[in-house]
């Protein structure tokens, strides 16, 4: 079982950077696959980033490959997400998750193999 809190969004202008934290609870937290998604205005929730229970594998979303960085720190039980050069139509809500079975069947884009999930923290990039 996992618990998971974001944090780390706001309003920035564009070409900005800012670093999105997920904190996780729980005694298997080391062995999970961890990815953030987002979801902007009007459309579906798509994939961003996803590591590996090492830290050792990373894959990205197409959108963001090259500007966004997935990092985790299991000594302190914390993912993080790094944006760099952001633009307008990265706006969105962001989400951490957490996919148990990943030791088994490695990491994943696919939303639905995620098992727990956070609340969302708001990222919006003006002009």
């Known amino acids: 079982q996992v618990q998971l809190v974001e944090s780390g969004g706001g309003l920035v202008q564009a070409g900005a950077s800012l670093r999105l934290s997920c904190a996780a609870s729980g005694p298997t937290f080391n062995t999970y696959g961890m990815g953030w998604f987002r979801q902007g205005p009007g459309k579906e929730r798509e994939f961003v980033a996803a590591?590996?229970?090492?830290?050792?594998?990373?894959i990205y979303g197409d959108s963001v490959k090259g500007r966004f960085t997935i990092s985790r720190d299991n000594a302190n039980n914390t993912v993080y997400l790094q944006l760099n050069s952001l633009k307008p139509e990265d706006t969105a809500v962001y989400y951490c998750?957490?996919?148990?079975?990943?030791?088994?069947?490695?990491?994943?884009?696919?939303?639905?193999?995620?098992?727990?999930w956070g609340q969302g923290t708001q990222v919006t990039v003006s002009s």
């Open positions: 998750a957490a996919d148990s079975a990943s030791l088994v069947t490695g990491i994943t884009a696919a939303l639905a193999e995620y098992d727990y």
């Open positions: 590591i590996s229970w090492s830290g050792g594998s990373t």
